[in-house]
């Protein structure tokens, strides 16, 4: 499966984004899909996680209650609204799929898209 994410963008903290992650090549409804970041020189991160269906979630503690996952099965397409942005958020995000479980590990993670940039000004 290809992954293809977008919506990444310059935004004032306290600002909103929506990042977007476009699959294709598979048959999405089987891939549980993930966000990870990796702002410079740290390594990448776990941010949320969406299982089959989208009922299913998991966040960072560091994101919790800003921002929620979410996909589109018939679309196939994965969203990452983030809302009360920081600086500390400034990365290039990335989305991911696997098979079955939505699971916290990049390792565990077998697709990857390109990543978009979020930068946060202060």
């Known amino acids: 499966v290809q992954l293809q994410a977008s919506g990444g963008g310059l935004v004032q903290a306290g600002g909103s984004l929506r990042l977007s992650c476009a699959a294709s090549?598979?048959?999405?409804?089987?891939?549980?899909m993930g966000w990870f970041r990796q702002a410079p020189g740290k390594e990448r991160e776990f941010v949320a996680a969406?299982?089959?269906?989208?009922?299913?979630?998991i966040y960072a503690d560091s994101v919790k209650g800003r921002f929620t996952i979410s996909r589109d099965n018939p679309k196939t397409t994965m969203f990452l609204q983030m809302n009360s942005l920081k600086p500390e958020d400034t990365a290039v995000y990335y989305c991911a799929a696997r098979r079955l479980m939505a699971v916290v590990g990049a390792r565990e993670y077998d697709y990857w898209g390109q990543g978009t940039l979020v930068t946060v000004s202060s």
């Open positions: 969406v299982g089959l269906s989208g009922s299913n979630t």
């Open positions: 090549g598979g048959i999405f409804s089987i891939y549980a």
